[in-house]
């Protein structure tokens, strides 16, 4: 129905990457911060986050885990990698449809 439909979209493209982010790069950035250096905390957890998803996913979503962690490392804050962790999924969920429907 168009309402599941709805709330699928406002999950996958606002709840899920605010939520990745508050683990990976809050809870986790925390919790490496006490086992490794801070210049090698970003790398970890680029790494604990990208092979979280598939395989085949990791590959493609590694280099940006590495720009979320820039992001955190930088700014020393979750909010801009919530932001363009938003911004990532919507357009991969929106830039699918665009092509198709200007193909078709």
Same mark, same amino acid.
């Given at each position: 129905?168009? %309402?599941?439909?709805?709330? @699928?979209?406002?999950? &996958?493209?606002f709840?899920? !990457?605010?939520?990745?982010e508050? %683990?990976?790069?809050g ?14 905390? *970003?790398?970890? &957890? ?7 998803? !598939?395989v085949?996913? *990791? %590959? $493609?979503?590694? !280099? ?13 804050? &979750? %909010?801009?990698?919530?932001v363009?962790?938003? *911004? $990532? ?5 929106? @830039? !699918?449809?665009?092509?198709?429907w &200007?193909?078709?």
């Open positions: 129905s168009f %309402i599941e439909h709805m709330v @699928f979209l406002f999950m &996958v493209s709840v899920v !990457p605010a939520g990745e508050l %683990i990976f790069r809870l986790f950035w925390k919790l490496c911060q006490k086992l490794v250096s801070k210049n090698k905390v *970003a790398w970890v &957890v680029a790494l604990l986050f990208a092979f979280s998803h !598939p085949e996913s *990791a %590959i $493609f979503l590694f !280099p940006f885990s590495v720009y979320l962690s820039h992001l955190r490392y930088t700014t020393e804050s &979750v %909010i801009a990698g919530i363009a962790h938003v *911004a $990532f999924n919507t357009v991969g969920l929106i @830039f !699918p449809s665009v092509i198709n &200007v193909l078709t």
